[in-house]
C-alpha cells in the first residue's frame, strides 16, 4: 500500500472493508474502507449499535475473516490468518468442554509444545489472577457464564499474546456480573500492559475500559468519531458517576443513537 | 404434640404437618402429584417397577394364551416349556458353544467396520473433500440390504467364518461412516476459531478438537450399529451355518420346537440388551463432560 507503518503503531488497519457475497450472489457491504490505528498497549474500545460491522472488523484483526480491500498490520507484518500472537475472547463461551478449567487455559501452551512443567506454573499463575482457584478441574458446563468467560481471558492471556481482542465477551452476562468482569479486565490491564481491542455496544463499559471509544457508524460501518477517555489508572467503579464520565456519556450516547436510527430506518 | 398442631394449621395435610413441627409454624406445601402430566419426571423406583412391570404383563398373557389352550402348542411353546427347553439346549446340545460363536461373530465383524469405518468417517467429516468424493458411494451402499449379499459372499467367501463376519461388516461399515461424518463435520465452528486463536494448526485442529468433541457421538454411534449386528449376524447364521444361535433356530424349526426358538430369541435380547448396557456404562465413564 505504500504506507509508512509508524513504530508506535502496534496495529495497523490500512483501508479495510469488507463485503458479503450472499448464496444468490447479492452482494452486502458491511464495512466502507477504514483506516485505524491502535499504539502499543493501549485499550481501545469499539462501540457500535447492532449490525454495524464492528464485529467484521475484529474477526478481520484476529485473521478469523478477510478484508475485501486493505490490509491489516500487526508489528510491520501483515496478517493472513489467526495466530496466538492475538488472543481473541468471543461472546458465547467458546471454553473446550471436554477440558477442565486448567486444560483450556493450557491449551494453546500445550499446542506450542511447551514443557509440562512449565505449562503448569503458567496455568496456575492466571488460574489465580482470574480468581479461579479451587476450580482447576471443574469443567465448563459446571461454571457460571461469568467463570467461564474469567477462564477464556486467562486461556487467552496464558498464550501471551501481543493484543487481547475482544468481541462483546461479557454481552451475555448480567448486569452485576458484567460490572464485576469489567474490573477484574481492567485490572489485569492495569498490571499487564496488553494491547487491547474491545468491542461492545454498551456506552458505560466503552467509556469505563478505554483509553479512546473509536465509535462505528451504521451499517456499512465505518469509524465515525474517536473520543479520547483521560481518566487516570487504576480506575475505580465509582467514576462512573462523576460529570466527567457523565458528559462523555451523553455525547457517546448522542451518536449511537443517531446510528441506531439510521439502522432501523434502513 | 401433632394433634394440636394439625388443629393450628388446619389447612395443611397431617402427614406434612407432622415433619414441619419442629422447622417452622408457615403451612407446608402440599406435595404435588403430576404423574400424567406431560414430561413429568418419574422416580428412579417407579420406573424400574414399571418397566419390569411390562415384563410380567407380558409372560402373563403369553401363559394364558398357550396354558389357557387358546393357541396349539405346535405353534406357540408355553413359558414353562420354554425354559425347560432352554434347559435341554444347555445341558443335552451345548448351546454355550453356539452362544459363542454368535457373540464373537458379532463383535469380530463389528470391531472389524469399526476399525475402518471411524477413520474414513473422521476424514470426510474433517475435509469437505474427502467427503464429496465417498459421500455418494456410501450413501448409496447403506441401502443395500446386507442379508442380500449372503449368497455372493457365500461364493466369494465360502461357508466359514470369514462369510459372516463380512454380513456384520456390510451392515454396519457404511452405517458408521455417514454417521461417524455427520458427528465430526457438525462440529463447533466457534470452537475451532477458538482453537486457531491459541496457535493451533490443521493436525491440532483434528487431533484435539474435532475428535475429542465428537468422540461421545462417536461412540454413541457404535452403541447403536453394534445392536443392528446382532440382527445381521441371526440372519448370516440362517443361511449356510453349522453353529451360532441362529442356526439352532433354523435346526428347531424343521423340529417344530417353538420352545427353543423362543428361547433363542430371548437369549438374543438378552445378550444384546447386557452388551449395550456395559456400553452405555462404559461412554459415560469415558465422557463424563459430555453428559454434565
Same mark, same amino acid.
Request: glycine share 10%; proline share 5%; net charge positive.
Given at each position: ?5 509508524? +513504530? ?9 472493508? $469488507? ?5 444468490? @450472489?447479492?452482494?452486502?457491504? %458491511? ?13 481501545? =474500545? ?34 493472513? @490468518? ?34 509440562? %512443567? ?36 486467562? $486461556? ?49 463499559? %466503552? ?27 487504576? $480506575?475505580?467503579? =465509582? ?22 436510527? *439510521?439502522?432501523?430506518?434502513? | ?30 406435595? &404435588? ?13 417407579? &420406573? ?14 403369553? +401363559? ?13 411353546? +408355553?413359558?414353562? =416349556? ?31 467396520? %469399526?476399525?475402518? *469405518? ?28 446386507? +442379508? ?59 487431533? $484435539? ?13 457404535? &452403541? ?25 433356530? =433354523?435346526?428347531?424349526? *424343521? ?38
Amino acid at each position: 500500500m505504500g504506507r509508512i507503518v509508524m +513504530s508506535q503503531n502496534q496495529l495497523s488497519i490500512q483501508g479495510v472493508s $469488507r463485503v458479503f457475497t450472499g448464496t444468490k @450472489g447479492q452482494r452486502t457491504q %458491511a464495512l466502507q474502507p477504514i483506516d485505524f490505528e491502535v499504539k502499543e498497549n493501549d485499550f481501545v =474500545t469499539i462501540l457500535g449499535p447492532s449490525g454495524c460491522g464492528k464485529s467484521t472488523l475484529l474477526r478481520i484483526v484476529a485473521g478469523l475473516d478477510f478484508p475485501t480491500t486493505g490490509q491489516v498490520m500487526l508489528d510491520g507484518e501483515r496478517i493472513e @490468518g489467526p495466530g496466538a500472537d492475538r488472543g481473541v475472547v468471543f461472546q458465547s463461551y467458546t471454553l473446550f468442554p471436554w477440558l477442565t478449567v486448567a486444560q483450556n487455559i493450557r491449551f494453546g501452551l500445550r499446542e506450542r509444545g511447551m514443557r509440562e %512443567a512449565d505449562q503448569k506454573e503458567r496455568s496456575e499463575f492466571f488460574i489465580a489472577k482470574v480468581g479461579l482457584r479451587g476450580f482447576e478441574n471443574h469443567f465448563p458446563k459446571q461454571l457460571s457464564g461469568g467463570m467461564q468467560q474469567r477462564t477464556a481471558i486467562a $486461556r487467552a492471556l496464558a498464550n501471551d499474546p501481543k493484543m487481547l481482542l475482544l468481541d462483546e465477551p461479557f454481552g451475555a452476562l448480567d448486569n452485576q456480573t458484567r460490572v464485576l468482569m469489567q474490573e477484574l479486565l481492567l485490572g489485569i490491564w492495569e498490571s499487564a500492559r496488553k494491547t487491547v481491542l474491545f468491542v461492545t455496544h454498551d456506552i458505560d463499559e %466503552a467509556i469505563f475500559m478505554a483509553n479512546r471509544v473509536a465509535v462505528f457508524s451504521a451499517r456499512p460501518g465505518r469509524i465515525k468519531t474517536e473520543i479520547a477517555v483521560d481518566f487516570p489508572h487504576p $480506575r475505580s467503579y =465509582t467514576i462512573k458517576t462523576s460529570p466527567e464520565f457523565m458528559d462523555i456519556k451523553a455525547r457517546l450516547t448522542e451518536e449511537i443513537r443517531a446510528e441506531s436510527m *439510521a439502522a432501523v430506518e434502513h | 404434640m401433632q394433634a394440636t398442631s394439625s388443629k393450628a394449621l388446619p389447612q395443611v395435610p397431617p402427614r406434612a404437618a407432622s415433619a414441619s413441627t419442629a422447622v417452622s409454624s408457615l403451612p407446608v406445601a402440599p406435595v &404435588r402429584r403430576r404423574a400424567f402430566a406431560p414430561l413429568e419426571p418419574v422416580g428412579a423406583r417407579a &420406573r424400574v417397577l414399571l418397566g419390569l412391570g411390562f415384563f410380567v404383563v407380558f409372560v402373563l398373557v403369553w +401363559s394364558l394364551a398357550t396354558l389357557g389352550g387358546f393357541v396349539s402348542p405346535t405353534f406357540l411353546a +408355553s413359558p414353562p =416349556t420354554m425354559v425347560k427347553e432352554g434347559w435341554l439346549l444347555f445341558t443335552e446340545y451345548g448351546f454355550i458353544g453356539d452362544i459363542g460363536m454368535t457373540v464373537w461373530r458379532v463383535f469380530g465383524g463389528f470391531l472389524l467396520a %469399526a476399525v475402518f *469405518a471411524v477413520p474414513l468417517g473422521i476424514a470426510m467429516g474433517t475435509w469437505k473433500t474427502v467427503e464429496a468424493f465417498f459421500e455418494p458411494f456410501v450413501s448409496f451402499c447403506r441401502y443395500l440390504p446386507a +442379508s442380500a449379499f449372503i449368497p455372493l459372499l457365500i461364493l466369494w467367501a465360502g461357508l466359514g467364518e470369514m462369510q459372516k463376519l463380512l454380513v456384520i461388516f456390510i451392515g454396519s461399515f457404511f452405517q458408521v461412516v455417514l454417521m461417524v461424518a455427520v458427528t465430526v463435520g457438525g462440529a463447533r465452528r466457534d470452537l475451532v476459531e477458538a482453537a486457531y486463536t491459541l496457535g493451533a494448526n490443521s493436525r491440532g485442529i483434528v487431533a $484435539r478438537v474435532l475428535i475429542p468433541g465428537a468422540a461421545p457421538g462417536i461412540a454413541e454411534t457404535l &452403541r447403536l450399529v453394534l445392536g443392528w449386528a446382532w440382527t445381521y449376524v441371526i440372519v448370516a447364521e440362517l443361511i449356510g451355518s453349522s453353529s451360532g444361535i441362529g442356526h439352532m433356530i =433354523t435346526d428347531s424349526q *424343521a423340529l417344530l420346537n417353538t420352545g427353543q426358538i423362543i428361547f433363542g430369541i430371548i437369549v438374543i435380547g438378552v445378550i444384546g440388551l447386557l452388551s449395550d448396557f456395559a456400553f452405555k456404562a462404559l461412554n459415560r465413564r469415558l465422557f463424563a463432560w459430555a453428559a454434565l
